[in-house]
């Protein structure tokens, strides 16, 4: 299985409402400081809907980039029940899906 199907696969996991961090995403599919490479595969992500792709987020925080602008992943994050202010991810441990 390809690097990209794997964390395609291990993203399938993370359930509406809640978002991980592309370390932690790099993490559970193997990967040492993989978290560039995983936020690389995100944006090239064929499947938008199927594969949720807006739910992976930075680990400071921040809900980082998304290759149909960081607005439109704050609304489908927004959407899922998961609050943001400026940018950034509101009840952390509440919503950080630990694999």
């Not at 595969?41 to 739910?55: A, E, F, G, L, S």
């Not at 992943?73 to 441990?93: A, H, P, S």
Request: with cysteine; glycine share 12%; proline share 4%.
């Amino acid at each position: 299985m390809s690097l990209e199907k794997k964390i395609y696969k291990k993203l399938l996991e993370v359930p509406k409402g809640q978002i991980t961090t592309y370390g932690e995403l790099a993490k559970a599919v193997g990967l040492k400081n993989g978290q560039r490479a995983v936020g690389r595969i995100m944006n090239k992500n064929p499947y938008p809907v199927i594969i949720p792709c807006h739910r992976v987020v930075m680990s400071n925080g921040k809900v980082g980039g998304y290759a149909y602008g960081e607005h439109i992943k704050t609304k489908m994050l927004n959407d899922e029940g998961i609050k943001t202010e400026n940018g950034k991810i509101l009840d952390w441990e509440k919503t950080v899906y630990r694999f």
